[in-house]
Each structure stands twice: as C-alpha cells, then as structure tokens.
Nanobody, 125 residues
C-alpha cells in the first residue's frame, strides 16, 4: 500500500493550492479517505474527510468554505483544493486511508490508517 502526496508549496495569503494523493488499490477498499495536517508544536488534526460509501464529507470548522476534498476513482487519486489560504494553514499535510468500518473522521485512525509521507504547505502574510 502506498500513498504519494504532491502539490505542496509556499504561497501568499489568499492564494490557492491543490494537494494530490495517489493511492494504490487501497482506495477501493478504504472506508474513509482524508487529509490531516500538523504544524510544529501542535497535534495532528483532521481537516477534510470523505466516506467512500456514500460520499459524505467532513470539514474542520477552520477550513469550511475554503477547502474541498474530492476523489477521482479512475485515477485512484484524491485531492484537497485549498482556496483563500491563511498563514494559520501552514503545516505538513498528510493524506490517510482508513479501512475500519465505523471509523469517525477526524479521529486518529490508529492501526487502521495508512498514511502518506506528508507535503509541506507554507502560507505567508
């Protein structure tokens, strides 16, 4: 199982970025696909998740209306479109695939989660 992220970078506040997470066959069996982020000194937090069964999405209050999670099943890739970026969005962003039925985003998935290597997003004011 491999999750490969791309799309991070350094931008100014108000700009947009798209993160991509290419996955293996796990995409088809995962119960939930999501994005977490972690900045220095802070706990890893879930920012956006999507349940593969019905397509229900979850967004952290801090990113609602600005971030959008989507899946391209044909490309086995999920995306996180981030608009109106703020300096407080600066963090390492990780994609995760969770296989446990009944999992509730944004709980940390423990041993039922497969993680990408992370991609840095830096937003300057």
């Amino acid at each position: 199982v491999q999750l490969v992220e791309s799309g991070g970078g350094s931008v100014q506040a108000g700009c947009s970025l798209r993160l991509s997470c290419a996955t293996s066959a796990l995409t088809r069996t995962a119960y939930c696909l999501g994005w977490f982020r972690q900045s220095p000194g802070k706990e890893r937090e879930g920012v956006a998740g999507i349940y593969t069964g019905g397509g229900t999405t979850y967004y952290a209050d801090s990113v609602k209306g600005r971030f959008t999670i989507s899946i391209d099943n044909a490309k086995k890739t999920r995306y996180l479109d981030m608009d109106s970026l703020k300096p407080e969005d600066t963090a390492v962003y990780y994609c995760v695939a969770v296989t446990a039925p009944g999992y509730t985003f944004p709980d940390l998935p423990g041993r039922f989660g497969a993680w990408g290597q992370g991609t840095q997003v830096t937003v300057s004011s």
